[in-house]
């Protein structure tokens, strides 16, 4: 290339750049600078737009839901160490807890369709469902699909054995993502302009051989596992779920805030629930509040398996936002069941969700107040559930 005759057609080009053309330059500048610092704002600040999803008061999910589960669940041996009480009991509570959820629910349908023969009626279920979903009874279209929800996950059996390699089992972790390792860097190139995904979860149960005879993990990731994220900036989260691309494969991570988490349970937090703040108020407790409810609030991640969420669907968490969603955005917001799951348990021990009032001017409608009555418990449905036969794999 003949340099002299580059610099002369340059200095040829200089000469003839009109103001106009300078402007222009300049305004393209500008936008490009602007651009950069949005870039730059939205990154230090997590703008709900663009992070709803990724970072949530009880957790991380990489993958909103996903369809179908897996019957069996593993808790991992990092869970059960002296550093770690009372997982064991928290997971089991949550089972108990989908399965009050089902019984109950499955006790209004049973109460429609055969009257007193079946018990008697639940008059405080009708009102939670209300206030979370939108759902007044039985008939309304979408009460299948959280009972049959409920029920996935109260039919989750614990798994002794180690999982092996491939087994579908959903895993939960105590070990603060430990077991994540970072791969080596490799050089982008003009034909990988992206680098492949640098973590991978090492667990021998998450890992398949390719087809080159490359061990590979079903989990990888571009960025730190979310208990060792560095880029939560003034937010630690308590827990994250980890689901693959083909929905098949599950994993939990309980994170190292957990540890001295109390009350571990609902049991435990109603010998001395707070009964005078209603939901609404900052002193009541929340699924963030419980051990159990925030690894309710995980697990469902794994469960739910609606068919879509809606375009502009965007989790949410208070109990104000929570009761002013319509159904089709309840039903794929996770904080939703968990306030579900929360209510049931509170109602079995004679905490219940006080029904509105418009004469008592103190409570304003949906605020969340509950009231002390141990004349309203009730069994509903007995569980486990009869089988249907469409169900493969089970005995008729």
């Not at 580059?6 to 500008?30: A, E, G, H």
Request: hydrophobic share 35%.
């Amino acid at each position: 290339m003949d340099l002299d005759g580059l610099t002369y057609y340059y200095d040829i080009d200089r000469s003839k750049i009109s103001r106009n053309f300078n402007s222009s330059r300049l305004s393209f500048y500008y936008t490009m600078v602007s651009l950069v610092l949005f870039t730059l704002f939205i990154y230090l600040f997590r703008l709900p737009t663009a992070t709803a999803g990724r970072y949530s008061p009880t957790g991380t999910t990489r993958q909103y839901f996903r369809t179908g589960t897996t019957p069996q669940y593993y808790i991992d041996p990092s869970c059960l160490t002296a550093e770690w009480t009372g997982i064991e009991a928290a997971v089991e509570e949550v089972i108990i807890m989908a399965q009050r959820i089902w019984s109950r629910m499955q006790g209004l349908k049973d109460y429609k369709d055969h009257g007193s023969a079946r018990g008697k009626k639940d008059i405080d279920m009708p009102i939670i469902l209300q206030q979370l979903f939108k759902i007044d009874g039985p008939d309304h279209s979408n009460f299948t699909d959280v009972l049959d929800t409920m029920r996935r996950l109260g039919e989750m059996t614990r798994l002794k054995e180690t999982p092996m390699r491939g087994q579908l089992a959903t895993r939960i972790f105590c070990d603060n993502d430990r077991r994540w390792k970072k791969l080596p860097d490799e050089p982008r190139t003009w034909r990988r302009p992206i680098p492949k995904k640098s973590w991978k979860d090492t667990t021998e149960q998450f890992t398949f051989m390719t087809e080159d005879g490359i061990l590979n993990s079903h989990f990888t990731e571009n960025e730190p596992p979310v208990c060792r994220s560095s880029n939560l900036l003034w937010r630690r989260p308590l827990a994250a779920t980890y689901i693959d691309d083909a929905k098949m494969f599950s994993a939990m991570t309980i994170c190292d805030l957990c540890q001295d988490m109390e009350p571990k349970t609902m049991y435990d937090l109603t010998e001395n629930y707070p009964i005078d703040f209603p939901l609404s108020h900052w002193k009541s407790p929340d699924p963030d509040s419980v051990l159990s409810l925030v690894i309710f609030y995980q697990w469902m991640h794994t469960i739910v398996s609606i068919k879509g969420p809606p375009e502009d669907f965007a989790p949410v968490y208070s109990w104000h936002v929570c009761t002013k969603l319509k159904t089709e955005f309840a039903l794929w917001n996770v904080q939703s069941y968990a306030y579900l799951a929360m209510l049931v348990m509170l109602g079995d021990w004679g905490i219940r969700l006080r029904p509105y009032n418009p004469f008592l001017t103190k409570y304003r409608k949906g605020d969340g107040h509950l009231i002390t009555s141990l004349d309203h418990y009730y069994q509903g449905a007995p569980w486990p559930p009869p089988p249907p036969a469409y169900e493969e794999g089970r005995s008729l």
